[in-house]
């Protein structure tokens, strides 16, 4: 007792001015560990690279450093597709997200979410065209939200039973996904109305994800850096005149030419076994 008497005079005499240089100091360690905490919440981003970013969204790392987690764009969504990520969500914390087989994007033609975004983080220019009267307009269709992946081995349309679930659903019917004919190897003697993505028109809107009929989806959405490949430069689109041209100039025994088949594609669909 008498002991904390002693230490509370002790306290009332200490002047002012160290009372307000220890309260700068322990105010500052509180900071420190916050700051630290905090740290190790952020550094979990990258034991989740999957993350899919709302429409116009810069690169990652450029989208982590202009994002000031204020939230603004989910509340601007319609839909509530938008989440907010928190601490242990195995993504930055309080950066947007969505998750495609629970809440799609909806592809809003005025995409409230990137107009609404104060610090460029989702940049409306990503997401604009050139007008006919010479002024930038929105586009949704030229987001790059992710890429759709196929699993064929659990696609039931890949197993002859028909489906175009995701076809049908595809705000870029017939552009993102297309239905192709394919020559069932079981039976030889029917095609396969077989889903495919095409990556230069596909959004990565997770509509597809979402409607798929599957346990677990057949059609899903990863990050185009995840989903896609590089080529090499070597290798030309003797179909696409503009990459023809890169081997104008060269030598032509450094060119390796695949002839075209000659097959009709109905006789190979259907073509007996014997």
Known sequence: MGADMGSDRKEEKMPERRKFLTSILRGLGAATVGGLAWTGFMDGKKAY???????GAIPEEDFLAKCTKCGICAEACPYDALIISAPGDERPPGTPYFIAREK???MCRDIPCAVACPTGALDRSLVSERGEK???KLNIDLSK????V???ETCIAYWGIQCDACYRACPL???AVTVEYI???RTGKHALLAPAIHSDHCTGCGICEHVCVTKKASVFVLPRAVAMGESSARYIKGWEKEDEQRIVDLPEETQTITPRSEKDPLDYLNKEEF
């Open 173 to 175: 019917i017939d552009k």
């Open 183 to 185: 020559r069932n190897e």
């Open 145 to 148: 939200m992710g890429l759709a």
């Open 134 to 136: 010479g002024g930038m």
């Open 49 to 55: 690279p999957l993350v899919l970013r709302p429409p």
């Open 104 to 106: 799609p994007c909806r």
């Open 150 to 152: 196929i699993d064929r």
